[in-house]
């Protein structure tokens, strides 16, 4: 009689420390999962940058990955906003911070000879473009015919579209708003949370165990008996 009663306890010592375990695993996995930001910002003629001394023909833009949690961006576009212009051709473009040196761009559209002949949309891809890298560039604007010196903000402003691609597959994309007209440099930027995988797969894990061990203590009961 006493050898039962102490296998008992020990049994049931043991379950429920067990059964506390899953408890507190199924709490910690439960909890919201944690989000990570994509985002970037984009500095047009920014003073700190610029070399062409507020060139308002051949603006100069600056690309940087703000996101938080190593998402790298994979693709860049601008279009014209007035297709009776175009970007003629792309004058500068230059990694300008880089810690991983590991950032490597392609100029898909435009070229970069000065010959009248561009593109009504400009488009770069990228690899290795870390959160906090940032890269430069800066491309004339011309009408599709007549004289060639133009006001980008004139043309951008207000229906130009940037699209920024991210190794996530998200994309963010916003549209040029009508400009301060007083103004000579912009910032634009946009974020996005974004839930970092793995909270449900975990959560599906600790509620498998929690079913294990039942089963496990009805397997034990039904011996007993």
């Known amino acids: 009689m006493s050898s039962d009663r102490s296998f008992a306890f020990l049994k049931g010592l043991k379950s429920g420390a067990l059964w506390g375990i899953a408890v507190a695993l199924s709490a ?3 909890t919201p999962a944690a989000a990570s930001t994509l985002g970037f910002k984009l500095s ?3 003073p700190v940058f610029n070399s062409t001394s507020g060139n308002f023909n051949v603006p100069d833009f600056q690309l940087e990955n703000t996101s938080d949690s190593g998402q790298q961006i994979t693709n860049f576009s601008l279009s014209i906003g007035d297709t009776s212009y175009n970007f003629d051709f792309v004058r500068i473009q230059t990694v300008f911070n880089d810690p991983g040196a590991d950032l490597n761009y392609t100029l898909e559209t435009v070229g970069l000879t000065n010959n009248g002949i561009g593109d009504d949309e400009l488009r770069y891809s990228f690899t290795g473009f870390d959160a ?3 890269f430069r560039f800066e491309v004339d604007v011309d009408p599709d015919s007549g004289a060639p ?3 980008f903000r004139d043309i951008l402003f207000p229906t130009a579209e940037l699209r920024v691609t991210y ?3 998200h994309i963010l994309s916003q549209t040029l708003t009508t400009p301060n007209p007083n103004a ?4 634009l930027g946009q974020t996005l949370a974004v839930p970092l995988p793995g909270g449900l797969a975990l959560l599906g894990g600790a509620g498998g165990l929690s079913l294990v061990l039942s089963r496990s203590s009805r ?3 039904a011996r007993m008996r």
Do not use: E, H, L, V
């Open 28 to 30: 910690t996995f439960a």
């Open 44 to 46: 047009i003629n920014d």
């Open 132 to 134: 906090g890298d940032i």
């Open 149 to 151: 010196s133009q006001d």
């Open 167 to 169: 190794d996530t597959g």
């Open 184 to 187: 000579t440099n912009y910032q």
């Open 219 to 221: 397997r034990k009961t």
